[in-house]
T-cell receptor, first 109, second 114 residues
Framework: KNEVEQSPQNLTAQEGEFITINCSYS?????LHWLQQHPGGGIVSLFM???GKKKHGRLIATINIQEKHSSLHITASHPRDSAVYIC???????????FGTGTRLQVFP | GAGVSQSPRYKVAKRGQDVALRCDPI?????LFWYQQALGQGPEFLTY????????KSGLPSDRFFAERPEGSVSTLKIQRTQQEDSAVYLC????????????FGPGTRLTVT
């Protein structure tokens, strides 16, 4: 079993829809990151959080430390949101980032 | 301002060739990380530098992989005698420090070994 699991693996949406991507982890962490990766492009950090909730524009990230679960929400989705979204946790034991396999999102007009 | 840059963006190597991948981190960033991302997978940790010191190389898959950061800024990841299983995107990231700081990623180098 992977230490960081994301769901769904693939997601298609119509423009304007509300999107949720989930991340569950099994290790003790000091922080959780949500990252965005466009095809052929590098990775952009969206959020780093260790508790509660953060909001940036149409993006919202939440984390529940007790349940070892985080969600990334996109409100009013747009085709330019199409990308792979990756959840990564910083392990308290090793201090390394452990990445999920990503959720591929496609938003159609 | 300038972000993390990597070169080359794409590299095709014949099996058995040596390759060198370069990373220019954000100026002033103390920490530098290398990751390997196989197709359809998330990145996996290779090695970590704090300034010029390589503090963790536990993720390097074999002794054919070697990384250096001699002056604490630019880093080079070298792969000797490349094998097909080395084909992947190699990502570099830098941050102000290791803990509690965001990592800024470069665009990656896509290595294809034929």
């Amino acid at each position: 079993k992977n230490e960081v699991e994301q769901s769904p693996q693939n997601l298609t949406a119509q423009e304007g829809e509300f999107i949720t991507i989930n991340c569950s982890y099994s290790v003790g962490i000091s922080a959780l990151h949500w990252l965005q990766q466009h095809p052929g492009g590098g990775i952009v950090s969206l959020f780093m959080l260790s508790s509660g909730k953060k909001k940036h524009g149409r993006l919202i990230a939440t984390i529940n430390i007790q349940e070892k679960h985080s969600s990334l929400h996109i409100t009013a989705s747009h085709p330019r949101d199409s990308a792979v979204y990756i959840c990564a946790v910083r392990s308290k034991d090793t201090d390394k980032l452990i990445f999920g396999t990503g959720t591929r999102l496609q938003v159609f007009p | 301002g300038a972000g993390v840059s990597q070169s080359p963006r794409y590299k095709v190597a014949k099996r058995g060739q040596d390759v060198a991948l370069r990373c220019d981190p954000i100026s002033g960033h103390v920490s530098l990380f290398w990751y390997q991302q196989a197709l359809g997978q998330g990145p996996e940790f290779l090695t970590y530098f704090q300034n010029e010191a390589q503090l963790d190389k536990s993720g390097l898959p074999s002794d054919r992989f070697f990384a250096e950061r001699p002056e604490g800024s630019v880093s080079t990841l070298k792969i000797q005698r490349t094998q097909q299983e080395d084909s992947a995107v190699y990502l570099c990231a830098s941050s102000l420090g290791r803990e509690y700081y965001e990592q800024y990623f470069g665009p990656g180098t896509r290595l294809t070994v034929t």
